[in-house]
């Protein structure tokens, strides 16, 4: 059974800086596409990046340019550099993996809370 354990959330002022990271466990890491939602309050959960096993990359375009996702297969873990905060950015952040079974996990979320 595949297993997502996040951390890194917390508090930040507008223009700082977090990184998430998402553990993985029980299954082949380096076969999946890793990606990383959100979901602010009253609004849907919204895809922020994906990694693929490849490591290319893709972003929503409210984050290009400010977040950088990133894997580390030797660690079975990926990451969410998250730059530039703004106060819209604000939301629980999900872990999501897409194996190559076509099986999705997500995370428990991780709170980002970035105050202007």
């Known amino acids: 059974q595949v297993q997502l354990v996040e951390s890194g959330g917390g508090w930040v002022q507008a223009g700082g800086s977090l990184t998430l990271s998402c553990a993985y466990s029980?299954?082949?890491?380096?076969?999946?596409?890793m990606g990383w939602y959100r979901q602010a309050p009253g609004k849907q959960r919204e895809l922020v990046a994906r990694?693929?096993?490849?490591?290319?990359?893709s972003y929503a375009d409210s984050v290009k340019g400010r977040f950088t996702i990133s894997r580390d297969n030797s660690k079975s873990t990926a990451y969410l550099q998250m730059n530039s905060l703004k106060s819209e950015d604000t939301a629980v952040y999900y872990c999501?993996?897409?194996?190559?079974?076509?099986?999705?996990?997500w995370g428990q979320g991780t709170q980002v809370t970035v105050s202007s």
């Open positions: 029980g299954s082949i890491f380096g076969w999946t596409v």
């Open positions: 999501h993996a897409n194996t190559f079974s076509g099986a999705e996990y």
């Open positions: 990694v693929t096993p490849g490591s290319s990359t």
